[in-house]
């Protein structure tokens, strides 16, 4: 399973950073992502990480947020930055379903970004 944790009510321009902590599938090489839902479309890929680091991002997100892990702690981050109104959606990470090496976990709840004034 994930649980993820960090989001909040945030203004426009400003920072936040999310946190997934995962348990249950060897973490250190299974290739993870965050994901969002912006209702009512559909979930959309953000940003993802090998079990090795190398990253890879969705050009809306591109130069404002990164993606990190710690496979010591099981936990993979995602640090936001520059925040639009656009970015407000609920937050998911697992494993990268776009890799067909990934392990896929059960969904966790997500935690909610809003960005308003």
């Known amino acids: 399973q994930v649980v993820e944790s960090g989001g909040g009510l945030v203004q426009p321009g400003g920072s936040l950073r999310l946190s997934c902590v995962a348990s249950?599938?060897?973490?250190?090489?299974?290739?993870m992502a965050w994901y969002r839902r912006a209702s009512p479309k559909q979930r959309e890929l953000v940003a993802s990480i090998t079990g090795g680091g190398r990253t890879h991002y969705a050009d809306f997100v591109k130069g404002r947020f990164t993606i990190s892990r710690d496979n010591t702690k099981d936990t993979v981050y995602l640090q936001m930055t520059s925040l639009g109104p656009e970015d407000t959606a609920e937050y998911h990470c697992n494993a990268d379903l776009t890799n067909g090496t990934s392990r896929p976990y059960d969904w966790g709840q997500g935690t909610q970004v809003t960005v308003s004034a």
């Open positions: 249950g599938v060897d973490f250190s090489t299974n290739p």
